[in-house]
T-cell receptor, first 114, second 109 residues
Framework: DAGVIQSPRHEVTEMGQEVTLRCKPISGHDYLFWYRQTMMRGLELLIYFNNNVPIDDSGMPEDRFSAKMPNASFSTLKIQPSEPRDSAVYFC????????????FGAGSRLTVL | GQNIDQPTEMTATEGAIVQINCTYQTSGFNGLFWYQQHAGEAPTFLSYNVLDGLEEKGRFSSFLSRSKGYSYLLLKELQMKDSASYLCAVMDSNYQLIWGAGTKLIIKP
């Protein structure tokens, strides 16, 4: 298995632009998570899906952030408009079921908003 | 509130042993995870404890005391490649993972 695949790996954009991050989870995994990691705040859960349905989006910072999972093999995290404080590494992770199952993380998307 | 505490940074010598502590206060408990994260890379799973005691896996061991809200990760025979951040995460009663800020481990020759 290729693991969790994220794109782009690096994105540099200007304030106000729309950013779309993409994720392909491991085939057969029912849960998909979007995390953000910064030096100041560490790993923060933004949103997670179960069987393509958003379950908890309480971690989404504000309305500028949105996430979708149109099918079991694809999810997007969109920021519109982007701001410099959104600069971070965004990780996607998937797991087979809830409970004590190990998260497998993608390589991350490093976003820099100028 | 929910809280996970770990030291920010530790330094150890190649070939030695190091213990990274994690204390937690969470709403319920459904297990504790340790992840390793090399600089610029994704976190990768190291260990999982749900019962009290020591779990050994090669050079790495993880200990849990639920009554004390305490865990540690023990790394033996340190190698330069062990230089990384080590993240402690607790699964609460809602099966949500609460993450610590991570401990940056620096290995010196």
């Amino acid at each position: 298995d290729a693991g969790v695949i994220q794109s782009p790996r690096h994105e540099v954009t200007e304030m106000g632009q729309e950013v779309t991050l993409r994720c392909k989870p491991i085939s057969g995994h029912d849960y998909l998570f979007w995390y953000r990691q910064t030096m100041m705040r560490g790993l923060e859960l933004l949103i997670y899906f179960n069987n393509n349905v958003p379950i908890d989006d309480s971690g989404m910072p504000e309305d500028r952030f949105s996430a979708k999972m149109p099918n079991a093999s694809f999810s997007t995290l969109k920021i519109q408009p982007s701001e410099p404080r959104d600069s971070a590494v965004y990780f996607c992770a998937s797991t087979l079921t809830s409970g004590a199952n190990v998260l497998t993380f993608g390589a991350g998307s490093r976003l820099t908003v100028l | 509130g929910q809280n996970i505490d770990q030291p920010t940074e530790m330094t150890a010598t190649e070939g030695a042993i190091v213990q990274i502590n994690c204390t937690y206060q969470t709403s319920g408990f459904n297990g504790l995870f340790w992840y390793q994260q090399h600089a610029g890379e994704a976190p990768t799973f190291l260990s999982y404890n749900v019962l009290d005691g020591l779990e050994e896996k090669g050079r790495f061991s993880s200990f849990l005391s639920r009554s004390k809200g305490y865990s540690y990760l023990l790394l033996k025979e340190l190698q330069m490649k062990d230089s990384a951040s080590y993240l402690c995460a607790v699964m609460d009663s809602n099966y949500q993972l609460i993450w610590g800020a991570g401990t940056k481990l620096i290995i010196k020759p």
